[in-house]
């Protein structure tokens, strides 16, 4: 189960940057960025970037992505 929690305003920032500057690249580094545990740590790291981008199917990273920037009832954000 990957978890996320509400991007913050220099998240925010990065995420926009990268979606203009990098397009589809753009995926690995939101998921390396938002991607929590259970326990709220982050799940990748920098050097997993390139592994996400070589080894994982992009429409997978993509609909984790869309669900990360769904709008989110207080149930989920309370599961988060």
Not at 2 to 15: D, F, G, K, T
Not at 59 to 74: F, P, T, Y
């Amino acid at each position: 189960t990957i978890y996320w929690r509400p991007a913050n305003l220099r998240e925010q920032s990065i995420i926009q940057k990268a979606w203009a500057d990098k397009g589809v690249e753009a995926l690995s580094d939101l998921l390396v960025l938002r991607a929590l545990d259970e326990n709220g740590e982050r799940i990748f790291k920098g050097p997993d970037k390139v592994i996400l981008e070589t080894s994982v199917d992009p429409s997978v990273m993509l609909r984790i992505v869309e669900a990360m920037g769904e709008e989110e009832d207080d149930e989920e954000i309370a599961k988060k």
